[in-house]
C-alpha cells in the first residue's frame, strides 16, 4: 500500500529509481486525457446516490487534498454530480474508518466496530446507497459497519464504477454491487455464471 | 527563602519518551504538548480501553513506562494520523504508538497481524495470505484468459507478470486472487483501455504490508525492499499503488 512503500523506503534508507504514486491520480488523469471514456449517463434515471471515504494512509497520511480533489473529480464524472454526496469532516480532515492499522486483524472486534461507528453515522448522514472506498482495509471495514450497525449501504471499489460507467462491466464482476445495479449496463450479460 | 539549592536525587533515568524522541526528527515534538485535547476529541478511539491519545502522550511524559506497556490501546489505535493533523504542535502521537507496540516481544504481540506478517516473509510474494509466485501467476493467467475468450472486445487486454521495461510497476492486494479472481478484471480493463503499458512483479506484487503494523521493523524493510528491488530490476518508471 501506497504509505508502506513510501515511508519503507524512507525510514530504511533504500535507494529506488522510479516514482511511488497512486493510482487515484492516474484515473483522472487518464479521465481528463480522454483515454478513459467515463460518463454518469447510466445514473441520470436512477439517480443513485453516492459518497466517498478518503483513505487515511493515501490523503492525510502521503498526497494530501491535491488528490482528495482527483478522487472526488473521478467520483462525479462517474456517478454525476448531483448524485455525489460528501460525508463531513472529509479529505485530510477524514475520521479513519478504523479498518486500518491492522485492527481488522487485531482481534479487538468489540473496538474496532465501536472505533466505526462515527464512521458508520457519517456515512449514514449522507443518505448514500454506496460508499466507495479504494483501500481494502477500509473496504472490509465499512462493509461490516454496515451489516453490523444495520444501514445497509454497500460498499464498492472505485475500478468497479468506473468500468460499470464505460460500459464495460460484466455479470461476474458484480460481486459488490446491490440488486439496484446488478442488472444495469451489464456488458456480456450471456456469460453470467 | 533558603539559599541552598533544592536538587533532586540522581540522574533522571532513561524513559520510552525519551528512546523515541531519539529516533523522530525534531523529537517527533513529543515535549511540545499543550494540553489542549484536540487530539482526544477527534478520535475514534477516544475512549476504547479507558485511553485516549492525550492520556497516552502524558502518561508516556509522566514515565508510566510499565502502565503502556501493559496498554492493548496501541493496537486499537490505527495511527490514522488525524492527531497530528489536528495539533497545533503537530506532535507525532502515532509513532509513540507504532514503538509502543514494539516494547511487546514479537511473539505476544495480536496473532491475527503476527500471522499475516509471517505469511508475507515466507516466500517472494510478499502476501499477508501466503499465496506463491506460482499461484498467483497461475490465478492471473486463467482468468485473463477465460474474460479474452468471453469478452471479444478484450481478447488484447494484457495482465503482464515480469514484464522487462513496462512503465508502471502496479501492485495487487492479496484479497483478489485468493478470494475473488473476477475482481481482478476491471482493473485490467481500466488498465487496458487507457492504454497503460504496466506489468505486476512475479516478487513483491502484494500490495497489502503486515509487517509494519506488526511494528517489526526487520519484517517491513525486507517487504519493502523486495517489491521496490523487483521495479527497479524491471525498470518500471513508475511505483503504482492500487491502494
Known sequence: MTFSVRAGLK????????????????????????????NSDWNK??????????????????YGDPIAEDLRFVVKTMVGEENFIEMHPNRSNNYCCGGGGGFLQSGYKEQRLEFGKLKDQQIQKTGAAYCIAGCHNCHAQIHELSDHYGAGYHVVHLWTILCLAMGVLGPNEREYLGDDLKEVNVFHPETAM | MSDQVVSLGGKKRS?????????????GNLSLCLTCGACSSGCPATGLDGMDPRKFLRMAAL???????????????????????????????????FNARALRPREQRPKGILGSCDLALKNPSTSAMGATPEDFAFVVEDVLEEYREAQP????????????????????NSREPVTEPDELVPLWKVLHLAGVDWTYGSHGW????????LADNDAWEHITRTTANQADKLGCKIFLNTE
Open chain 1, 45 to 62: 434515471d436512477l439517480q443513485i446516490k453516492f459518497t466517498v471515504q478518503d483513505p487515511c494512509q493515501i490523503v492525510r497520511k502521503s
Open chain 2, 15 to 27: 524513559t520510552f519518551i525519551d528512546k523515541v524522541k531519539e529516533l523522530l526528527p525534531e523529537g
Open chain 2, 63 to 97: 514515565g508510566m513506562d510499565e502502565e503502556i506497556e501493559k496498554s492493548d490501546w496501541p493496537w486499537m489505535c490505527t495511527m490514522c494520523q488525524r492527531c497530528i493533523y489536528v495539533c497545533p504542535m503537530k506532535i507525532d502521537i502515532p509513532q509513540l504508538v
Open chain 2, 206 to 213: 502484494a500490495g497489502e504490508n503486515y509487517c509494519m503494523f
Open chain 2, 153 to 172: 472486445e478484450f481478447a488484447d487486454m494484457q495482465a503482464p507478470i515480469d514484464k522487462q521495461g513496462a512503465e508502471f510497476f502496479v501492485n495487487q
Open chain 1, 11 to 38: 525510514k530504511f534508507n533504500i535507494d529506488y529509481n522510479f516514482e511511488v504514486k497512486n493510482i487515484y491520480e492516474y484515473y483522472a488523469k487518464w479521465i481528463r486525457e480522454g483515454k478513459l471514456k467515463v
